[in-house]
């Protein structure tokens, strides 16, 4: 096929509010010879797109200063050392940006095939949440079937992945979230109880239901980081990946160390090439069949076009969302 020579796309014209999203035109992105060039049927709304927007997420050295993590498409170009993916080939992929446009760059070794049961628009929701959920809750915190799990903003993108992830392996879930009905949505994907944080103390909750939490996924951070301590099961793990409420505070280190407890945290983006397709190999080994099957599906909660990115944008920071959010170039 022929290619245009440009596209349309998202750029962030200085740091702040959504209002600084501006749709422009740009020429087609370059290939290198480990890459592909996707054609955009779908792009994510995550988190980190608004920290970088915000000015406090710089993309790494070389990564496109477009906004986006997250794409699913129609492969249009391959590089020369690109083997396992052809032309014509529809994938979701992995970003480290670039992905609010029209056609979009992404490492072979970062594609992946679009599930069975889903759309190709649907696809767009899974590389930033498996990606994340998988290394962070069954690689740093190693989550085993039988252990207790306890996930916070359980209706954001991360949340609603992790708990049908953990459910799927066999874990007793938890999570937190912020409305009745969203506590509803928490428990009918697979979680054996939410706690709604405006009225309920989650520390309690999880002590009294199992004994404590054995791995939790924190992305909240603030004075959930000593509730955390305190919800722990004895060598507990916690793992942090984002800090919406700060990420200082007062802590008491004793229980830390009285219970055993493992304290990590990570970012993806900026993890090396090679780690992030270790990754990659893991979800078409051990997820991807429960996609496939249907045991995991990604919540949709609204779709935008590419030129009202603001509005996506200020739909998430309204936390009115259940699911994920995507752009539709």
């Known amino acids: 096929m022929t290619l245009p020579i440009s596209m349309k796309c998202i750029e962030i014209t200085k740091a702040g509010g959504p209002e600084v999203l501006t749709p422009t035109t740009r020429p087609l992105p370059e290939i290198g010879a480990s890459q592909v060039l996707i054609q955009v049927t779908a792009a994510g709304i995550n988190r980190p797109d608004v920290f970088q927007r915000q000015g406090g997420y710089p993309p790494p050295p070389g990564a496109s200063d477009i906004p986006g993590l ?5 492969v249009v170009c391959c590089g020369s050392e690109v083997k396992d993916i052809q032309v014509g080939d529809s994938v979701c992929a992995l970003l ?28 767009a929701a ?7 959920v998988w290394h962070n809750v069954f690689e740093r915190a190693g989550l085993q079937s039988g252990e207790v799990f306890l996930v916070h903003g359980g209706t954001s993108g991360i949340g609603t992945t992790a708990i ?11 999570a937190t ?45 603030g004075d959930y980081i000593q509730k955390n301590i305190r919800a722990c099961a004895f060598q507990g ?24 407890l493992v304290l990590t ?35 949709i909660h609204a779709t935008f076009p ?16 259940i699911g994920k959010i995507l752009l539709l170039p």
């Open 306 to 321: 590419l030129d009202q990115a603001s509005e996506s944008h200020r739909l998430m920071e309204s936390n009115a969302h």
């Open 177 to 221: 979230a912020g409305s009745a009905e969203k506590c509803q949505v928490c428990v009918d994907l697979g979680a054996e109880q939410a706690f709604n944080y405006h009225e309920e103390d989650f520390v309690a909750g999880v002590k009294e239901a199992a004994g404590g939490a054995n791995v939790i996924l924190d992305m909240i951070g």
């Open 237 to 260: 793990r916690i793992v942090s990946i984002a800090f919406l409420c700060g990420s200082k505070t007062e802590v008491d280190f004793n229980p830390v160390m009285l219970k055993q």
């Open 96 to 123: 480290n940006g670039g992905g609010y446009a029209e056609y979009a760059v992404a490492e072979a070794s970062l594609c992946l095939p679009i599930p069975s049961a889903l759309s190709c628009q649907d696809g």
């Open 265 to 299: 945290g990570s970012t993806l983006r900026s993890q090396p090439v090679a780690n992030k397709a270790r990754i990659a190999t893991a979800l078409r080994e051990q997820v991807w069949p429960l996609l496939t099957d249907g045991s995991i599906k990604p919540l």
């Open 70 to 74: 997250e794409v699913a498409g129609k």
């Open 164 to 174: 049908q992830m953990a459910r799927a392996f066999g874990a007793r879930v938890f």
């Open 126 to 132: 899974l590389p930033e949440t498996c990606f994340t």
